[in-house]
Structure formats: C-alpha cells, structure tokens
C-alpha cells in the first residue's frame, strides 16, 4: 500500500495544521482510496509549537497572567513535561503578533516583557530545562523586554532606566545585570527558532520582518541600526558576538538576546518538532510528502516548515509537494527541490475571502484534486 505523508504548517488566520490536513487527507481517501495517508501536525516554533508539542509530549498545560506587546495584561499558556523540570515556551503566546489588531501594530512600542514573565513563571514552579519556540512575533525589541522582566536594566546615555520597546533598544548605551534573576545561571536552553536569519543586516531582524509588523522604511533603518548598536554592546559586555548568527535574528531579535544573555542553543524550529515526532521513521516508505502553510515566499526557504520537511524528505529521495493557500516566487520553490506546487486560493480570488474558513477548505479540496490528476500514475 502506497503512503502519503501530510506535513503542514497552519495557514495563518484561516486554519490550524489539524484543520488543513484533515481537509487534505478526506479528499486524498477519495482520490485514493487504496493509500494510506499519515498525518503530523508541525510548527516551525512560531505560533503553534506549544499545541503541536502537546499533541506528542505528556505535558501539563499551565496558564500565566503575562503582559501582551502592548503591556496589557493578558492571559497565556505554556507546558511543563511530566519530567516536572522542563518548560515549553511559546514566545508567541505571550507577544505574537495575532494579539495586536493591524492598526495598532507597531514595533516601536512593542515589547517581549511577557515572555520573560512566563520564563520567570516556569522558573518559580521549579522549571530549569526550557524549550522555547520562538517566531510568530509582533516585537523588534531584540528580547530587551523579556530580559527586562527577568531583572536586567537597561539604560540610555544620560541615565535613564529604559523599559523594553523597539523604539527604547535603539537607545541602549549601558545594561546591568547584578538584579538578574540568579536562577537563571542553573537554567539550560533550547530555542526552536522559526527562521534562520541573521540578527541584524538585510537579511536581519529589522529588514525582513518589520515590515509585517508595522513598521515604516524609516523605522526599519533605525531598528536595524539600533540592532547593530545593542549587538556591539553584548559583544563588549557578554563577550558574544551575535551579529551573524542564524536565528539570532527570528522573533524581532530574541533569538540574539537569549543566546547571548542566557546561553542558549539555537536551532531550527522545524528539526526541534520533526524529531519531537520522530518524522524521520515515517519516510523511508513513503511515496509522496505534502508540506504547505499559508503563504510560501522567499521567506518560505529561510528555515520555514516547508523547507524543513523538504530537507528531510530528500535524504530519503521521497518527493515534496508544496500546497499552500498562496504561492509567490514560484521558480525559487521549484529550483529547491519541491516536486510541484499547488495554490489552493485561486490568484483572483480576494484574501479576506479566500481566509473564510470554509471557503479555504473548499479551495484545498480543489488542489488535491489538481494534485490527484497530476499524481495519478504514481500513487
Ligand atoms: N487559505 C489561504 N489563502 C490565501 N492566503 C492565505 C490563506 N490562509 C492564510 N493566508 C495568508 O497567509 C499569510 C500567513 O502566512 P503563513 O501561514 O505562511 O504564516 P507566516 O506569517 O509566514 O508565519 P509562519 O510561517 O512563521 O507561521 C497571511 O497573509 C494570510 O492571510
Ligand atoms: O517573529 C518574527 O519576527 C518572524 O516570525 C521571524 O522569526
């Protein structure tokens, strides 16, 4: 019997990984009946790693009052394993960008504090494992804020105490970290960062994902200067250099800032998740990969789901086919290797429309019908 691997992110603000794979794998049972399709729902360490994860991992969840980007208080969740030690962090739980309504995002304001609050939350319940997703967020404060909320202080040239925002990280000149909290030096940390990109530069933080986050050109250049500046610093002062890291520059520069101040392992989000699933068992027999997320870009091939299960599945030789609701760059995606693409959403179809949740799953019906014709003789 033939197998059919389904491997994709959530298509964000229209249905989680669960919901667009089970619409998938309905319509593949009636295309092939005789194959047996294997579903995994995936995260990149964005959004969704926590609930991914709880799927997989015996985990407790646990909720914390934590403050959102824009310092209101809100409600957030995160795991603790069954080993009682080791915490899940979502840092989009607490500061992503789907807790800020579009005109109010805005990346100078925005702060990373409520993360630190729920690291310091699993802290206190005894936790010194963590393992932190990070992406999915609506700040560029190059994780001043959580660090914030864990004791460091920030001060600007003429002594005055900084509270974590873009706009305060561009004006960094002195830190101090005597009132950091000291349970930190026994902590270890895993980071499953969504993206690879570097922390500052045209491929950094500011230049790539700002922009989405409601920033102007101008702020961009001031974020990405202010990024240069604060890395100079941590360089001086921690003795590390993150400037060109990978994923240092993932969650608006977070990435950097929990390498550098607590130590952490960076790794890509996707490998963190595939092997929590052990995905690597179901691949040696199977006939075809379908991987997708909202929407593939370049950005897609930056360390994203796609790219991910694509690297893998091609140790195997099993071929990928990339099934998003938009695809851009379509040459790009198809000279990294994926066996075919198919839009879900048609081009002329308007977005707010094509989100609707039912409409999205009657258009990704119709690409696997389009996929079935074109994989007829080989399934
Ligand atoms: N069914 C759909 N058809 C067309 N576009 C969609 C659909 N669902 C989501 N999108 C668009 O995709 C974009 C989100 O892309 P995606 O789901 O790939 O997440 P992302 O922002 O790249 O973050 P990440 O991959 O890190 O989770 C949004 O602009 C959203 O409007
Ligand atoms: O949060 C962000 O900036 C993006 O998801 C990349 O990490």
Redesign the pocket.
Known sequence: MKKIVLAI???????SSKEVETCVEQELHVRFPDCKVVCFPV??????LLEALAGILDMQLIHAEVHDPLMRVCDARYGILEDGVTAVIEMAEASG?PLVAVPERDPMRASTFGTGELIADALQKGCRKFLTGI??SATNDAGMGMLEALGVRFFDENGFLLHGSGESMCRISRMDLTLMDSRLKEADFQVAC??DNPFCGERGAAYVFAP?KGASPEQIRRLDEGMRRFAALMRRTLGKDVSCLAGAGAAGGLGGALCAFLGARLLPGIDVMLDAARFDEVLPDASLVITG????DL??LMG??PSGILRRAQRFDVPVCLM???IEEKDALLRAGFAGLFE??PSD?P?EE??KPE??KE??RRAVQALARLMEDKL
Request: a negative charge.
């Open positions: 992110d959530s298509y964000k603000g229209c249905l995260a990149d360490g964005g959004e969704g960008l992406g999915g969504d993206v989405q997320e909202g929407c593939s950005q897609t994203k789901v998003s609701g938009r879900a959403s179809m977005l094509a989100v409409t999205a258009n990704l």
